[in-house]
């Protein structure tokens, strides 16, 4: 692995399923950030870490929830999938939260709730 | 509240110079990043300023002016491969970051 990945690619869902974004990091960043990315929209920021073993909710945290076990992986789940999550999800990392941080991005997931 | 507006599409010539300009307003100041994103793939880091004045970086270049809550980027010598959405990004006062929708650029020969 280098930098950062995100699984799965793309992903069809029926609403009202349970779907987990995967996102790992091999960089030993500190801080962690799960976007949704909207045509006509900026990224927003969904939930966030600062450190291993703490989350911040974002802009847009409803019906999203976060976890950070270790460094590398910080999964994103949507516990009860609506259409309105259709988007494309980014996960992101810096080497820490304050000041200057350039944030990594991973390739995107495209998820679709029918 | 807290606000990135930035022109949504722009065209421009292979070869020629464009500006792409920025307008910020954050809860507090913590700098102000360009990023750059290719249809269907991530954004990647162009540049970052937190004091007044020009940054260069190659072909690119960025201003950041924090008195008028205003930045842009300058792109010099276009190439076709610069065709991207460039998206401007303020960081705020909990040190997040308040990104602006993107500025599509389309490069003509």
């Known amino acids: 692995i280098a930098g950062i990945t995100q699984a799965p690619t793309s992903q069809i869902l029926a609403a009202g399923r349970r779907m987990t974004l995967r996102c790992t990091q091999d960089?030993?960043?500190?801080?962690m950030y799960w976007y949704r990315q909207d045509l006509g929209l900026g990224l927003r920021l969904i939930h966030y870490s600062n450190t291993a073993g703490t989350t911040g909710k974002g802009e847009v945290p409803d019906g999203y929830s976060v976890s950070r076990a270790n460094t590398d992986d910080f999964p994103l789940t949507l516990a009860s999938a609506v259409p309105s999550q259709t988007s494309v999800y980014f996960c992101a990392s810096s080497e820490n939260s304050g000041g200057y941080n350039e944030q990594f991005f991973g390739p995107g997931t495209r998820l679709t709730v029918l | 509240g807290q606000n990135i507006d930035q022109p949504t599409e722009m065209t421009a010539t292979e070869g020629a110079i464009v500006q792409i300009n920025c307008t910020y307003q954050?809860?507090?100041?913590?700098?102000l990043f360009w990023y750059q994103q290719h249809a269907g793939e991530a954004p990647t880091f162009l540049s970052y300023n937190v004091l007044d004045g020009l940054e260069e970086k190659g072909r690119f270049s960025s201003f950041l002016s924090r008195s008028k809550g205003y930045s842009y980027l300058l792109l010099k010598e276009l190439q076709m491969k610069d065709s991207a959405s460039y998206l401007c990004?303020?960081?705020?006062?909990?040190?997040?970051?308040?990104w602006g929708a993107g500025t599509k650029l389309i490069i003509k020969p």
């Open positions: 990004a303020g960081g705020d006062s909990n040190y997040q970051l308040i």
């Open positions: 960089m030993r960043h500190n801080a």
């Open positions: 954050t809860s507090g100041f913590n700098g």
